[in-house]
């Protein structure tokens, strides 16, 4: 992870930082396949329109956000989400001070959809997008790639990921409910609206301190 401090809690204004008239990036990951970026705009700042390379993933952090896409305008709140597809022209205002996060494939060997599982060009809720199992641990992959994985998990309360390692740096990102992490031997209490970048070959683990979601990004070694 580029940007992101290592092993520290940090909430969505720390991630994408926003600034009165500026538009600020976080780079969190780079390959020649994708890029993982946070973007704070200050009130009415924009980004002028771009094409989707294969697809671009906009998740709205903070704040609202107008996106127009092929002659469409939806707005974007937070927690909700955009899928878009090949080619697709789009365009980015911050309604008030907002910011999100994008993950754009630009191509991939076979130049197929690689984020999957989601509907494409809908405003959704991403934390909607899988359910708490009473007394269970679930997950749900929308990416799995030799360079990068993206999966939402939902555990109940109680639930644990037991330890392991990782090749790659992992993203933790909570979407609902509030998770007792542990990164070697240092716990973290890691709450909606927070993340924390567990390294690579560092052991981990996770538990439900109350039923959680979470959006986990792993950007694998030898990307």
Known sequence: MRD????????NTELAIMMSDQIVSTAIAETNIYDITAFG??????????????EKLIYCLEGQLEITHNEQVV???????????RGSYHAIKAKNKASFQQIHIYQTEENEQMINKIPHNETIQLADQI?????RKSSKSLVQHQTL????????KGQQIARHTATGDALVQILEGEALITIDQTDYTVKKGESIVMPAEIPHALE???AFK???TVVKTGE
């Open 214 to 216: 979470m959006l986990l």
């Open 41 to 54: 705009l200050g009130a009415g700042e924009s980004i002028s329109t771009e094409i989707v390379g294969l």
């Open 149 to 156: 994985t993206l999966t939402l998990f939902a555990l109940d």
């Open 131 to 135: 359910e708490i199992v009473p007394n």
């Open 75 to 85: 707005v974007l709140e937070a927690g909700s989400m955009i899928l878009l597809d």
């Open 208 to 210: 439900a301190v109350e």
């Open 4 to 11: 992101l401090p290592i092993a520290t809690v940090f909430n």
